[in-house]
């Protein structure tokens, strides 16, 4: 059988790369592939609960940010910046707590101050996280209002936020307007005081944002 003229060889070849580039070419330009929407997160997400943390608020505390993160019933608290990153659990959420932009209050100063509050069953519930020498700590205790209004207010003047929590004076008594003003301490840690007893909560000082004078708070009742 006699070979096949070389001219030949050299077209079939020529066709053979032809092809060849065309498919390399095709393939370089083909779109890049979309997303599937209902693909599940990276393994390195961080989640909240069975879902990926979102984020609901930021604010900027100095040359830190402080972040709410929520999700399924479940949430988180990050600091990042100078301090560093930190994540810590957002108990009041796993509680039950309604986190909203409006939960996420911070006092900056040497010892800067964050409260975490959401409303749950007719009280308002919170945390406090605390920078001092540029390291972010959690304060181990946690604060409850019973009479609607829990935030920071620098009460003892000592530059340091403290922790203001409106509480009920009749609990149990639903139509019961009777309210006073608890003060914490967060560094000490403890009570800084009440105040008297009032008849309607319009009664407490500054209300709504309810500031205390410290020389008027008397013994907290047990």
């Given at each position: 059988?006699?070979?096949?003229?070389k001219?030949a060889l050299?077209?079939?070849?020529?066709a053979v790369l032809?092809?060849?580039?065309?498919?390399?070419v095709?393939?370089?330009?083909r779109?890049?592939?979309?997303?599937?929407?209902?693909?599940?997160?990276?393994?390195?997400?961080?989640?909240?609960?069975t879902?990926a943390?979102?984020?609901l608020?930021?604010?900027?505390?100095?040359a830190?940010?402080?972040?709410?993160l929520?999700?399924?019933?479940?949430?988180?608290?990050?600091t990042?910046?100078a301090?560093?990153?930190?994540?810590?659990?957002?108990?009041?959420?796993?509680?039950?707590?309604?986190?909203?932009?409006?939960?996420l209050?911070?006092?900056?100063?040497?010892?800067?101050?964050?409260?975490?509050?959401?409303?749950?069953?007719g009280?308002?519930?919170?945390?406090?996280?605390?920078r001092?020498s540029?390291?972010w700590?959690r304060a181990?205790?946690?604060y409850?209002?019973?009479g609607?209004?829990?935030?920071?207010?620098?009460?003892d003047?000592d530059?340091?936020?403290?922790?203001?929590?409106?509480q009920?004076?009749?609990?149990?008594?639903?139509?019961?307007?009777?309210?006073?003003?608890q003060?914490?301490s967060?560094v000490?840690g403890?009570e800084?005081g009440?105040?008297?007893?009032?008849?309607?909560?319009?009664?407490?000082?500054?209300?709504?944002e309810?500031?205390?004078?410290?020389?008027?708070?008397v013994?907290?009742?047990?």
């Amino acid at each position: 059988m006699s070979s096949p003229p070389k001219a030949a060889l050299v077209v079939a070849c020529a066709a053979v790369l032809t092809t060849v580039a065309s498919v390399a070419v095709a393939w370089s330009l083909r779109p890049p592939d979309q997303p599937d929407a209902g693909a599940a997160p990276a393994q390195d997400q961080l989640r909240c609960g069975t879902t990926a943390c979102r984020s609901l608020v930021k604010r900027e505390v100095g040359a830190d940010s402080v972040e709410l993160l929520v999700g399924s019933g479940e949430g988180r608290i990050r600091t990042n910046g100078a301090s560093g990153p930190n994540i810590f659990e957002l108990t009041v959420a796993a509680s039950g707590a309604d986190i909203t932009e409006g939960s996420l209050q911070c006092a900056d100063a040497e010892v800067t101050v964050c409260l975490v509050r959401g409303a749950a069953g007719g009280e308002v519930r919170g945390e406090v996280i605390v920078r001092r020498s540029g390291a972010w700590t959690r304060a181990q205790v946690p604060y409850l209002s019973s009479g609607a209004h829990l935030a920071l207010a620098d009460v003892d003047r000592d530059a340091v936020a403290d922790v203001v929590a409106v509480q009920r004076a009749c609990p149990g008594v639903d139509d019961c307007g009777r309210r006073f003003a608890q003060v914490f301490s967060v560094v000490g840690g403890g009570e800084v005081g009440c105040t008297v007893v009032v008849g309607s909560p319009e009664e407490l000082p500054g209300w709504p944002e309810v500031v205390p004078d410290a020389s008027t708070l008397v013994r907290c009742r047990p």
